[in-house]
């Protein structure tokens, strides 16, 4: 069935290092794919989205990739900061189906000092 | 500003008293949604609205009603709330589907329902 996940429920990196986190989908109909920043006590903030006749997008400090032939999605934060500390979700919408997207249950980011 | 308001931002509340949850929003969205979240289950969405007078359910809902009378607004009902519906509730927005369309979500709601 459809699902979206993720490989590590929480990440933590070095302040200054570069964080990488991975989801998974597995409808193959999808085709735009967005990263969500949840900050402690707030709602779900865009970060950037990616279609899939695109396999890479670059926004300021983060960069998403997507790799259709193996379903697999990524969110590169560089040079991570504290600010940066919060739950990252992958959702993925399908073109056809405008009414719904499939969110990934969030991968927690923890700064290390 | 653009955003989605949510209130109350916090409610307590006991079994069985009906209670409602407003959203609005000043962006002109067709598309407006209401989720949960509960912690291990992610977010999962109780109902939507493509438009006004136009409500379809989403994977959660039952206990729950909404309408949408107007643009902008889309308010949750719980008739009769029970525990299990305890929750951190979002709604959220988007100018017309979400399947091309960035959503914003408004700060949540907590509801406690004892």
């Known amino acids: 069935g459809e699902s979206v996940g993720l490989h590590l429920p929480t990440l933590s990196v070095q302040e200054g290092d570069n964080s990488i986190i991975n989801c998974a989908y597995s409808?193959?109909?999808?085709?735009?794919f967005i990263w969500y920043k949840q900050e402690s006590g707030k709602g779900p903030q865009f970060i950037i989205d990616?279609?899939?006749?695109?396999d890479k997008r670059q926004g300021q400090r983060v960069t998403v990739l997507l790799n259709k032939t193996v379903k697999h999605l990524s969110l590169q934060i560089a040079a991570t900061q504290p600010g940066d500390s919060a739950v990252y979700f992958c959702a993925e919408g399908a073109g056809n189906r405008d009414d719904k997207i499939i969110f990934g249950k969030g991968t927690r980011l923890h700064i290390l000092p | 500003e653009a955003q989605v308001t949510q209130n109350p931002r916090y409610l307590i509340t006991v079994t069985g008293k009906k209670l409602t949850v407003t959203c609005s929003q000043n962006?002109?969205?067709?598309?407006m949604s209401w989720y949960r979240q509960d912690p291990g289950l992610g977010l999962r969405q109780i109902y939507y609205?493509?438009?006004?007078?136009?409500?379809d359910k989403g994977d959660v809902p039952e206990g729950y009603k909404v309408s949408r009378k107007e643009k902008r607004n889309f308010p949750l009902i719980l008739e009769s709330p029970s525990p299990n519906q305890t929750s951190l509730y979002f709604c959220?927005?988007?100018?017309?589907?979400?399947?091309?369309?960035?959503?914003?979500f408004g700060p949540g709601t907590r509801l406690t329902v004892l």
């Open positions: 609205s493509m438009n006004v007078e136009v409500t």
């Open positions: 959220a927005s988007s100018l017309n589907g979400v399947g091309t369309d960035t959503q914003y």
């Open positions: 962006m002109n969205h067709e598309y």
């Open positions: 409808n193959s109909a999808s085709d735009y």
């Open positions: 990616i279609r899939s006749n695109m």
